[in-house]
């Protein structure tokens, strides 16, 4: 008996193993392809370093990974969950680790940026994350300062041991928002209470004890966050546009607010704008830079120097896209970038760069950039002197989008001269590496957007001529003229012309597969796209969150058209329908999409006009929307079919006279069409006055 069960066993084992397949390691990627992407950046970091081939990034999506800066390929890659436990709070780079806290301020990691391994892993206490920063001892990064609501704690960056946690005096009332150091043994931990004061507490470094506690009175400051900055030596500096000027507050010696006037340097805020300082902190070790962004309006920079109290101006950038610092050894160099609009007149910057363009859509926003083309250059931090041969011109595809973020890499070439390249996301989720290299600019470009795709529908592609002769031979009028032998024939003479393409076929695949991926990619476009003899290559219609349309041929993956529809509000539900496939000849395929625009307008579709000064409307009465039809017509005595005229959109307008002479009153009444404002039908009841009560369902009005 067990002998039988075994041999059962072998059988049904054989019999599996029978349809089983494989593929080859070779032959991964020959007739298949794949994408992977990693969506919208969040954060990143770019290694300042001439030989450097990677950039670390966090995104919306919940993903750390590091990208090949040569090809723009995923070097690795990790997911986190897709809820809001898995969203990344914050990421920091130091050397060859990267630090990220998730899951709202529960969760540490540190990564290998490398091979992206795991390093260590910590659990956070509660409690509302605000901000992480690197703290420096001794001419080297050890501690990792964690800002919580109510908490201070520094965690060793090789391990992530918790080195002291402190409670942060009077946390129930000050929102803490900012942690800073500079690498003097000490840290400090900023709050603010709304419209009131800044407190400033002063941590020792070596045992978290208490050093200094400050209380500054700032009756016009709300927030911390994208406002004040520290700049130079421990110095923290606030926008006022009350006063329309700069208040700083050294952190090591000062007890009291100075107050800087900006009109001694013709600047202004702009009304119902939020300023903001932008400083930079190479090196945590060393104190922040004493120049420092002041972004005036959305398009309006200027950069600062700040030092022993006296502040001037470096350059001033009128019309300006983004900004961003980077660092190479001793220098540091400022990115702005700029519209190049031709139609408009040069500004008064000595680059000679013209336009003018707005960072992120808002009621301040000045005029977009009309040509999509866009210029960047670098200037020495030191004097605000912009650097030769640094220019970077590029232009964007897809009309309505504009530059979100740009992160500058920035190195020393052989001859001691700057070197760069620019990490650019635009609005669409589109990232660009831009390089002055040989002629190319844009080194490589990814299309994060197709991280998340909503909706895809496959579609046919055309007919070739000779596709379309070989079916049309087979119609009524070809049965009916060559008769049955010629239409033998006819099927004989086209499974021998489909025998033939499909060996063609076969060559041309295993042809392929000894190409190159990115050579097939190049030798597909959309003049040369027509259906294959066996119908499997395909139009793959995919609509993604951001509101961008592309159409990918299916057997490599290429992109072949792109669509950006700036109106469109993110994240919103997107229906996609096939109206008109191929069959449809001549008229090409055809495909609606349905979605809910950005900005809740209204336009005028049609107007009826009522002379108010004969009548008046008294009432407006539609039919129900949940009314249900159980008898669309009538029979009648041919067994012909009366239908009725069921019309969901009609409206039943009654008026009323404006005269109130019994002799000269009466009720109007019109049947209008909801759709198109057409009056469909129209009557008068004379001597008659209101109030009128109307009932109106399926093919009928009855008022009284």
């Known amino acids: 008996m067990a002998a039988a069960v075994e041999a059962s066993r072998f059988w049904l084992w054989v019999a599996l193993l029978i349809p089983a397949a494989a593929v080859y390691e070779d032959q991964v990627g020959k007739f298949d392809w794949r994408q992977q992407y990693v969506g919208k950046l969040k954060f990143a970091s770019l290694e300042f ?41 914050a990421m920091l780079l130091c050397g060859q ?156 010696t000062e007890w009291e607010l100075r107050q800087i006037p900006l009109q001694s340097l013709d600047l202004e805020f702009a009304s119902e704008f939020q300023p903001r300082v932008l400083p930079t902190q190479p090196n945590p070790v060393d104190p922040t830079r004493a120049q420092f962004f002041l972004q005036l309006s959305p398009s309006h920079y200027a950069l600062l120097h700040y030092h022993h109290g006296v502040l001037s101006l470096l350059k001033n950038f009128p019309q300006t896209a983004l900004v961003s610092f980077a660092t190479t050894g001793e220098k540091t160099v400022a990115a702005v970038m700029t519209c190049r609009n031709e139609a408009q007149k040069p500004s008064s910057s000595e680059d000679g760069s013209t336009g003018s363009f707005s960072e992120k859509s808002g009621p301040q926003d000045s005029l977009p950039c009309f040509n999509q083309t866009y210029t ?99 119609g009524k009028k070809a049965a009916i003229q060559d008769g049955l032998l010629g239409m033998f024939l006819k099927r004989l003479s086209s499974q021998l012309i489909l025998l033939q393409a499909w060996t063609s076929h076969l060559w041309k695949m295993f042809y392929d597969a000894r190409k190159p991926r990115s050579q097939i990619k190049n030798e597909i476009n959309i003049d040369t796209l027509a259906r294959d003899e066996f119908n499997l290559q395909k139009m793959m219609v995919m609509v993604t969150a951001s509101g961008k349309l592309f159409g990918i041929e299916s057997s490599s993956g290429t992109i072949l058209w792109k669509q950006y529809l700036p109106s469109v509000k993110p994240d919103s539900s997107f229906k996609l329908m096939v109206q008109r496939t191929t069959a449809h000849f001549p008229h090409p395929p055809q495909c609606t999409l349905l979605v809910k625009d950005k900005d809740l307008t209204t336009e005028l579709s049609w107007e009826l006009t009522i002379p108010p000064e004969v009548q008046r409307i008294v009432q407006v009465k539609g039919k129900r929307s949940s009314e249900h039809v159980h008898s669309q017509g009538r029979v009648m005595g041919d067994r012909s079919v009366l239908y009725k005229s069921l019309n969901p959109n009609l409206l039943a307008v009654v008026t009323e006279s404006t005269d109130v002479h019994h002799e000269r009153t009466f009720i109007g009444i019109f049947l209008v069409d909801g759709v198109t404002g057409r009056i469909i039908h129209s009557s008068v009841q004379r001597k008659a006055k209101g109030p009128v009560h109307i009932v109106h369902a399926e093919n009928w009005v009855v008022y009284q």
Not at 130 to 143: D, I, K, M, T
């Open 97 to 252: 680790d990267a630090i990220t806290v998730s899951n709202g301020g529960r969760i540490m990691r540190s990564w290998e940026t490398n091979i992206g391994g795991l390093n260590w892993e910590i659990t956070l206490d509660s409690g509302s994350f605000q901000a992480l920063g690197l703290v420096g001892l001794q001419e080297s990064v050890r501690y990792i300062a964690v800002l919580k609501k109510t908490t201070l704690a520094l965690h060793h960056l090789s391990s992530g041991h918790l080195k002291w946690v402190e409670h942060l005096p009077e946390s129930d009332s000050i929102h803490y928002q900012m942690v800073y150091s500079y690498g003097s043994g000490v840290v400090w931990a900023l709050g603010v209470v709304p419209f009131s004061h800044v407190n400033i507490v002063k941590f020792n470094v070596e045992d978290g004890e208490i050093v200094q506690q400050v209380r500054v009175s700032t009756p016009w400051l709300k927030s911390l966050t994208r406002a004040c900055g520290v700049v130079d030596e421990a110095v923290l500096v606030c926008p006022d546009p009350s006063s329309r000027s700069l208040q700083t507050l050294a952190l090591e």
């Open 376 to 474: 960047i250059n670098l200037y020495l931090m030191e004097t605000g002197r912009r650097l030769l041969d640094t220019t970077i011109t590029f232009s964007l595809e897809q009309n309505g989008t504009r530059p979100e973020r740009m992160y500058i890499q920035v190195f020393l070439k052989k001859d001691d001269s700057v070197g760069y390249r620019a990490l650019v996301q635009t609005e669409d989720h589109l990232l660009l590496f831009l390089q002055q290299l040989a002629g190319r600019v844009v080194l490589w470009s990814r299309e994060e957007s197709l991280a998340e795709a909503v909706c895809l529908e496959m579609v046919d592609l055309p007919l070739t001529g000779a596709q379309a002769e070989l079916e049309g031979e087979f």
């Open 49 to 89: 370093s001439p030989g450097s081939k990677k950039l670390v990034v966090a995104t919306e999506k919940n993903v750390i990974a590091a990208l090949n800066s040569r090809t723009g390929e995923i070097l690795w890659r990790h997911v986190d969950k897709g809820t809001v436990e898995g969203a990344v709070d």
